[in-house]
């Protein structure tokens, strides 16, 4: 289903795709991305042996502007994985990667559409914070890292943390 939308960042687009669907399980899929043709199968079969789970993820590949592979990343959290997930976006950076059961959405709530940075990766530690979370053991997505993208200008990533970690310090109870 094709939904034309006012551009309100990529948080803004997960959060309507999220609004508009139906399914029991939420995916998401960056333009610039390319999931493998088992990615999905995978996840759910993961989601059908630990139904308990709220988020799973795998490992992918990074690719240039010219779908060449530069490289890649294996996943390495599983379980109760909140406390690890503190210290930085182990779910890899991308939204492409994961999968999240609805009753979980329902629960820990939608992307944050002021975070001009780091929106999943507080989202990831929303779930986590109250699921464990999982992951297939091999490449599921393709990562499209663009010279031009955000993660290249360390002066707006430094900008966006300061806005963002207040805000995650304060909602996730970290200000004990």
Not at 76 to 92: P, V
Not at 107 to 118: A, L
Request: glycine share 8%; with cysteine; aromatic share 10%.
């Amino acid at each position: 289903k094709y939904i034309r939308k006012q551009n309100g960042g990529l948080a803004a687009a997960r959060n309507t795709g999220i609004e508009i669907s139906s399914s029991p399980l939420v995916a998401f899929c960056d333009a610039d991305d390319i999931w493998y043709k088992d990615k999905l199968a995978l996840q759910i079969k993961l989601f059908v042996k630990k139904p308990s789970l709220g988020l799973v993820y795998g490992n992918h590949d990074y690719i240039d502007e010219k779908d060449q592979k530069t490289g890649g990343l294996d996943a390495e959290l599983r379980g109760n994985a909140f406390e690890k997930l503190l210290s930085g976006n182990f779910i890899t950076g991308s939204g492409s990667m994961a999968l999240v059961p609805r009753h979980v959405l329902d629960r820990v709530g939608m992307f944050h559409e002021d975070f001009k940075i780091g929106e999943d990766w507080e989202f990831w530690l929303r779930i986590a914070q109250k699921y464990s979370i999982d992951f297939v053991d091999k490449r599921i997505v393709a990562i499209r890292m663009r010279s031009d993208s955000m993660q290249t200008n360390n002066l707006k990533m430094a900008d966006g943390l300061m806005y963002m970690l207040p805000i995650m310090i304060r909602e996730l109870g970290l200000n004990r």
